[in-house]
């Protein structure tokens, strides 16, 4: 079965043809990163924009790279939310249009969804599995008993964790999007600076990080005006620490509890590499762990394919041309 998958819900353009939910034929990726780095984060209405200019041409390039004709593809996926609304609706337009014209199911795809499913490509999901969802927007723990059974069972309470890693890599004069800058510095840095580890209670599995985002904030600013020097490395290096332990602690108490042994983390956080290493030097005996290789972390359309075959094969309810981007979908069971 070959999947089409469109991805446009914040800043990515991105078309991918899977085959199977598996094999990657191609994941064509365009990145507005440059054009928003000057603003320190994502324009909306400068996204939409850069989208409608480069929907055709990333469409003709994955065609072009997988080596197949719009005639071969057997089910259109899109993401259909949640995300900016002007950007989803250029690629749910792009979905619809390439439906009717070459008379194709189509389907919508939750963009959580997307991430999760990005472990199946290079891995074999084990169910029932504990996902740690990690990005931009959302930071959540999800119970899967199987496929497309999503149990969200603790979230954020305020930021999400790539939200903090982007707020505090601008105070420290970061570009964005700075987790992944934040990430590299930690590891040349040590965890000196004394920062919270915000556990909320012991029952709780949902998690709060504008605590810790103030207090780097308000340390930057006490030690500047005491023209004292922040040292940026061990500061990330610290920040890094407090986040990871406590996502992975948190993860690892809800899989004990809930009597499960597979973990599997999602979504552009994930491609942190402290957030990894510490996944792995932790790992209880038994347990096993996934993680996306980096270019299935961040957003694509290769994950919105095999999410969407994946739906498909579990409930093959299609949608018609009245499908509408939605800009704060619910991820639901299938
Ligand atoms: O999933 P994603 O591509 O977009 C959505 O939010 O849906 O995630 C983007 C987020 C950004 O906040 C970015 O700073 C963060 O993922 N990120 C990282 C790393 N790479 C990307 N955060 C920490 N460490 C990284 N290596």
Redesign the pocket.
Known sequence: MLVLGIES??D?TSVAIVRDGKEVLANVINSQIKIHERFGGVVPEVASRHHVYQISMVFEEAFKVAGVKPEDIDLVAVTEGP?LIGSLLIGVNAAKVFAMMYKKPLIGVH??AG?IYANAIEHEMKFPLIALL?????TELILMKDHFNFEIIGETLDD????A??KV?RVVGLP?????H???LAHLGKDTYKLPRVYLDDQSFNFSFSGLKSAVINLVHNMKQRGEEVNVNDLCASF?ASVTEVLVNKTFALAKCQRVTNIIV??????????KERFEATLPEGFNLCIPS?KY???NAAMIAVAGYYQYLKNPTLADLTLNANASLELESK
């Open positions: 819900s914040c990515e995300g963009h959580l991430h990690v990005s931009g927007g959302n999400a964790v790539g939200e890693y982007d890599a964005y999007p700075g987790g992944p934040v990430d590299r890094q999602a979504g552009g956080v994930s491609a942190n590499k402290g957030l980096i972390c961040t957003d």
